[in-house]
């Protein structure tokens, strides 16, 4: 489990939400981060923040997609942005899941279950 958030409060509240439900979380600070990250810890699932300086959350998307080695990851995207156009834009970057912001961290944790084969131990 990758989570990835340039803001690193909204980083720690997804990382402990999710290791209160059982799973291994690992974080990653920005889209080249969590490029590299994912390379070397295959992640089942990735959350991703959309609007990070750099690499935004689209492009990472498309870059994990792209990768072989990281193209099996499952990717929950989070937005504040949350126009249809925005939804779809994430799908079309490979998003798996979209989570809206504000987000109830219940959310969060549910679209990971959704995804995850199961938590990690």
């Given at each position: 489990m990758l989570v990835v958030d340039d803001e690193a409060v909204i980083r720690q509240l997804i990382a402990i939400?999710?290791?209160?439900?059982?799973?291994?979380?690992?974080?990653?600070?920005?889209?080249?981060?969590?490029?590299?990250?994912a390379r070397e810890l295959d992640p089942d699932v990735v959350?991703?923040?959309?609007?990070?300086?750099?690499?935004?959350?689209?492009?990472?998307?498309?870059?994990?997609?792209?990768?072989?080695?990281?193209?099996r990851a499952r990717i929950v995207m989070i937005s504040a942005r949350t126009r249809p156009a925005d939804v779809e834009r994430g799908q079309e970057a490979g998003a798996d899941e979209y989570v809206t912001k504000p987000f109830d961290p219940d959310d969060v944790v549910a679209a990971v279950r959704r995804l995850a084969p199961g938590p990690e131990q």
């Open positions: 939400n999710l290791e209160l439900e059982g799973f291994e979380v690992h974080q990653a600070v920005h889209g080249l981060d969590a490029v590299e990250k959350t991703l923040d959309v609007m990070m300086p750099g690499l935004d959350g689209w492009a990472t998307a498309r870059r994990l997609r792209a990768d072989p080695a990281t193209s």
